[in-house]
C-alpha cells in the first residue's frame, strides 16, 4: 500500500494536487482512499461534482455518536473512497484534535482492512504543524511525505516548517520526504527559488505543475482536470507524478524500505 502524505500552506494548491493524484492513480487501475486533513473540509469536492462529504467532526457534532464507514465517506471519480476530517466549530477548540479523532475513528472501523486500498492520500494543512497535523507524519499512516509550494516566500516559509518536521521524526523510522511539488503561481525567478531551496535540503523536485486555467476551469464545474480532459498537458503533469511514485514505491519495496 502506498501512504502518501501531501502538506502546504493553505491556498497553495495541495487539495488540487492531491485531488488530480487521486484521479490520475484511479484511472491508472488503483483503489485510491482520499483523506483531507483540513478544517475547510473541501479536499474532495472535485472528486465528488462539487457536492462534499459530510465531515467527521461535523457528523460526530450534529448526532452525537461515531458514524458508520458509510455515513462519512462517498465514492468520487474513478471510485476514489472520499472522506474529510472537518474540524471543530469556528473559535472553538483545536483543528489538529479533529485529525486524531478522525484517524482514531478510521482505526477503529477498519478502514484500510475493509477497503484495501492500493493507495492513500492524506490531503494536510501544513502552515502550522502541530500535534494533530503532524499526525500522519509520526503515526505511521503515512510512509512519505509530498510538499506542494510555489516561490511565494510565505509557501517556502510553510514548507520549510514541514520539512523540520519530518527532519524531527528522522531517527525514528516515520514517514521521509519524497519530494517537492512545484505548484507554480508564476512570480519572478520562481523556479530558481525552488530548486534552490530543494536542493538546499537535499530532496528532489518530484513534478512541476503549471499555472493553467484549464485546472480552474474544471474545478468551477466540481471536476478534477484528469477527469475533464487526461490529454490536456497539464493532466500529463499529474499522470508522471502518480507513474514516478508507484515506481518509487515498488524500488522501496524491492529493497524492504517499506
Same mark, same amino acid.
Given at each position: 500500500?502506498?501512504?502518501?502524505?501531501? #502538506?502546504?500552506?493553505?491556498?497553495?494548491?495541495?487539495?488540487?494536487?492531491?485531488?488530480?493524484?487521486?484521479? $490520475?492513480?484511479?484511472?491508472?487501475g488503483k483503489?485510491?482512499?482520499? =483523506?483531507?486533513?483540513?478544517?475547510?473540509?473541501?479536499?474532495?469536492?472535485?472528486?465528488?461534482?462539487?457536492? @462534499?462529504?459530510?465531515?467527521?467532526?461535523? #457528523?460526530?457534532r450534529?448526532? +452525537?455518536?461515531?458514524?458508520e !464507514?458509510?455515513e462519512?465517506?462517498?465514492? @468520487?471519480?474513478g471510485?476514489v473512497?472520499c =472522506?474529510?476530517? @472537518?474540524?471543530?466549530t469556528?473559535? !472553538?477548540g483545536? $483543528?489538529?484534535r479533529?485529525i486524531?479523532?478522525?484517524?482514531?475513528?478510521? +482505526?477503529?472501523?477498519h478502514?484500510?482492512?475493509r477497503?484495501? %486500498? *492500493?493507495?492513500?492520500?492524506?490531503?494536510v &494543512?501544513?502552515d502550522v504543524?502541530?500535534?494533530g497535523?503532524?499526525?500522519?507524519?509520526?503515526?505511521?499512516?503515512?510512509?512519505?511525505?509530498l510538499?506542494?509550494?510555489?516561490?511565494?516566500?510565505m509557501? &517556502?516559509y510553510?514548507a /520549510?516548517?514541514?520539512?523540520? $518536521?519530518?527532519? /524531527?521524526?528522522? *531517527?525514528?523510522?516515520?514517514a521521509?520526504?519524497?519530494?517537492?511539488?512545484? /505548484?507554480r503561481?508564476?512570480?519572478?525567478?520562481?523556479?530558481?527559488?525552488?530548486?534552490?531551496?530543494?536542493?538546499?535540503?537535499?530532496i %528532489?523536485?518530484?513534478?512541476?505543475?503549471?499555472?493553467?486555467?484549464?485546472? /480552474?476551469r474544471?474545478? +468551477?464545474?466540481?471536476?478534477?482536470?484528469i477527469?475533464? *480532459?487526461?490529454?490536456?498537458?497539464?493532466?500529463?503533469?499529474?499522470?508522471? !507524478?502518480?507513474?514516478? &511514485?508507484?515506481?518509487?514505491?515498488?524500488? +522501496?519495496?524491492?529493497?524492504? &524500505?517499506?
Open positions: 500500500m502506498l501512504k502518501i502524505a501531501i #502538506y502546504g500552506k493553505g491556498g497553495i494548491g495541495k487539495s488540487t494536487v492531491t485531488s488530480n493524484l487521486a484521479a $490520475a492513480f484511479a484511472t491508472m483503489k485510491v482512499i482520499q =483523506i483531507g486533513c483540513d478544517p475547510k473540509a473541501d479536499s474532495t469536492i472535485s472528486l465528488l461534482g462539487g457536492v @462534499g462529504v459530510t465531515p467527521v467532526m461535523n #457528523y460526530m450534529e448526532y +452525537d455518536r461515531d458514524p !464507514l458509510e462519512i465517506m462517498k465514492i @468520487g471519480f471510485g473512497r =472522506i474529510e476530517t @472537518g474540524g471543530p469556528p473559535g !472553538l483545536c $483543528a489538529g479533529g486524531i479523532t478522525t484517524f482514531k475513528l478510521l +482505526d477503529d472501523l478502514l484500510f482492512e477497503e484495501k %486500498p *492500493d493507495v492513500v492520500l492524506y490531503d &494543512l501544513g504543524v502541530c500535534g497535523f503532524a499526525v500522519p507524519i509520526r503515526e505511521g499512516f503515512a510512509g512519505e511525505i510538499i506542494v509550494t510555489s516561490g511565494e516566500k509557501a &517556502l510553510a /520549510n516548517n514541514i520539512y523540520t $518536521a519530518v527532519k /524531527n521524526f528522522e *531517527d525514528r523510522s516515520y521521509k520526504v519524497r519530494g517537492i511539488v512545484l /505548484n503561481r508564476n512570480v519572478p525567478e520562481e523556479e530558481r527559488k525552488v530548486r534552490d531551496f530543494a536542493e538546499e535540503r537535499g %528532489p523536485i518530484a513534478a512541476d505543475i503549471p499555472r493553467s486555467d484549464d485546472i /480552474n474544471y474545478e +468551477d464545474g466540481g471536476k478534477t482536470v477527469e475533464g *480532459d487526461p490529454t490536456l498537458p497539464v493532466s500529463r503533469k499529474f499522470y508522471e !507524478l502518480a507513474e514516478k &511514485l508507484l515506481e518509487d514505491g515498488e524500488k +522501496d519495496r524491492e529493497e524492504g &524500505l517499506f
